[in-house]
């Protein structure tokens, strides 16, 4: 690839490495080199990764307190035919990353969008983890404060499918214990760690287990963090969805003699009408 078949009027989104600077594409290097602008979370630490591949580039700034200005201003050089990259700091721009209304504008006006994919977070831990990848939901950051992120964590709680969150240093403690309150000790999960860099470490145990591992080594509680839970299985969510027998008896019997409320019940669930009319008789002598 060269100048030549870059596109003009069009916006790149290029991934950039997570930690291993082998980690770049050829393309995205190419894209980097060859694109008029690149637009950057924060142009110093894109400054400092362009130039250890030897690039020297026109950078904008465009994070998330000035993206709503911005945006207008790149949107003008695009439709002016200029050729911008969009990067964040490490990974795929607009994964808990600036970028979404550039795009979301790019794509309302009619103007290209290329990604040139590269490393994120979320697929790299989740490649690693050991847990189920058929089916996940990627939830970003939690929530700062417990009593939100408790909330958060139960709206999430009976997912069957893989919950991958990312979190700072400063909280997975006390995430780890949240998670531990609200999806129970023996829920499988996993911790990725400071991914592709020296001190990565990925590991995946009970939450308890894990919350012990990480709360008892505090170099553990240094880096950047995927934090990952299993979703529910199947046979829980059935146990925990089956209508409990003795209140649906209850409220039918307020309503119906003993063995019409036995046969409603027996239709409604998968007892037998003998079992049922003989805990009704029980349950109207309480
Ligand atoms: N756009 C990035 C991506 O595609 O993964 C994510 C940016 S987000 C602002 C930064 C968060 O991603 C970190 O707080 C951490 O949760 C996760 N993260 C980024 N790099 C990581 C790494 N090397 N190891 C583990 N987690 C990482």
Do not use: W
Request: with cysteine; charged share 25%.
């Amino acid at each position: 690839m060269n100048s030549n078949t870059i596109k003009s009027g069009t916006l790149y989104v290029v991934a950039t490495p997570i930690g291993n600077l082998d980690d770049i594409s050829k393309r995205a290097l190419q894209v980097l080199e060859n694109v008029d602008l690149v637009a950057a979370e924060d142009t110093r630490h894109s400054r400092k990764l362009l130039s250890f591949f030897g690039l020297e580039k026109h950078l904008l700034s465009l994070h998330e307190h000035n993206e709503r200005d911005k945006t207008g201003r790149l949107l003008e050089k695009l439709e002016a035919g200029q050729s911008i990259a969009l990067i964040s700091d490490a990974g795929t721009p607009l994964i808990s990353d600036p970028g979404y209304p550039l795009v979301n504008e790019c794509r309302i006006h009619g103007i290209d969008v290329i990604p040139v994919p590269g490393p994120s977070a979320v697929i790299t831990a989740l490649s690693v983890s050991g847990l189920p990848t058929d089916s996940f939901i990627f939830c970003g950051f939690p929530p700062r404060q417990a009593g939100k992120r408790r909330k958060f964590f139960e709206s999430l709680k009976k997912n069957m499918a893989t919950l991958v969150f990312y979190e700072s240093s400063h909280r997975i403690t006390d995430c780890l214990d949240d998670a531990l309150a609200v999806f129970g000790h023996d829920r499988y999960a996993c911790v990725a760690r400071e991914l592709t860099k020296l001190y990565e470490t990925v590991k995946t145990a009970s939450l308890i287990d894990l919350q012990d591992f990480i709360s008892s080594d505090p170099n553990q509680h240094k880096g950047e963090f995927v934090l990952m839970i299993q979703g529910v299985s199947q046979a829980e969510k059935s146990d925990d969805s089956a209508i409990d027998v003795d209140e649906l008896l209850a409220v039918l019997l307020e309503e119906l003699p003993v063995k019409k409320a036995a046969v409603m019940a027996a239709k409604l669930t998968e007892h037998k009408k003998n079992e049922l009319y003989q805990r009704a008789l029980e349950i109207k002598e309480k």
